[in-house]
T-cell receptor
Framework: AQSVSQHNHHVILSEAASLELGCNYSYGGTVNLFWYVQYPGQHLQLLLKYFSGDPLVKGIKGFEAEFIKSKFSFNLRKPSVQWSDTAEYFCAGTTIGGNNRLAFGKGNQVVVIP | NAGVMQNPRHLVRRRGQEARLRCSPMKGHSHVYWYRQLPEEGLKFMVYLQKENIIDESGMPKERFSAEFPKEGPSILRIQQVVRGDSAAYFC????????????FGPGTRLTVT
């Protein structure tokens, strides 16, 4: 079955700290992977995506993620967070030919303390 | 280019009433997806529609839930005889096609059943 898992649901850190959020997927075929962010009171926005090619993906707002096929992982990173990065982060995946429906992880609630 | 529109943003219904949630996809998008987010859970796929066709409804509860995407007008998610367990945030997303196209999300409708 297709599934995506995220760990450490609640993360609290100080400004300028580094952030890494784990994401593991379980798929049988070729996957497309995404990280979405939901700022308080707003809708989900795409941070970055991986379809193929370079496994290190650069996204908006200084975020990046690395696709490691051998570990079935797609972890999100940011070297130095800001207070405005306080949000909920969702990892999601879909398989090629799978009607494009997304399977989401449970999300990481990230709070950045000024 | 307007984003995905959903209305209402908040909906309160008493048990047994009907809830109708609307979604207007981005201009040029003919594929609509509905997801439900329960408290402390990630988004769960419900249904995938193209104009006038339900493509995949494997995530829809078997009873009381239905969805449509008519030739003209928004996509509608309809919940009959709502129960407290239907209280959740319902998100709509649209894409221009399949093949791994990213989905653009609306702001969601928060349904509260009293």
């Amino acid at each position: 079955a297709q599934s995506v898992s995220q760990h450490n649901h609640h993360v609290i850190l100080s400004e300028a700290a580094s952030l890494e959020l784990g994401c593991n997927y379980s798929y049988g075929g070729t996957v497309n992977l995404f990280w979405y962010v939901q700022y308080p009171g707003q809708h989900l926005q795409l941070l970055l995506k991986y379809f193929s090619g370079d496994p290190l993906v650069k996204g908006i707002k200084g975020f990046e993620a690395e696709f490691i096929k051998s570990k079935f992982s797609f972890n999100l990173r940011k070297p130095s967070v800001q207070w405005s990065d306080t949000a909920e982060y969702f990892c999601a995946g879909t398989t090629i030919g799978g009607n494009n429906r997304l399977a989401f992880g449970k999300g990481n609630q990230v709070v950045v303390i000024p | 280019n307007a984003g995905v529109m959903q209305n209402p943003r908040h909906l309160v219904r008493r048990r047994g009433q009907e809830a109708r949630l609307r979604c207007s996809p981005m201009k040029g998008h003919s594929h609509v997806y509905w997801y439900r987010q329960l408290p402390e859970e990630g988004l769960k796929f419900m249904v995938y529609l193209q104009k006038e066709n339900i493509i995949d409804e494997s995530g829809m509860p078997k009873e009381r839930f239905s969805a449509e995407f008519p030739k003209e007008g928004p996509s509608i998610l309809r919940i009959q005889q709502v129960v407290r367990g239907d209280s959740a945030a319902y998100f709509c997303a649209s894409s221009p096609g399949t093949g791994g196209n990213e989905q653009y999300f609306g702001p969601g409708t928060r349904l509260t059943v009293t």
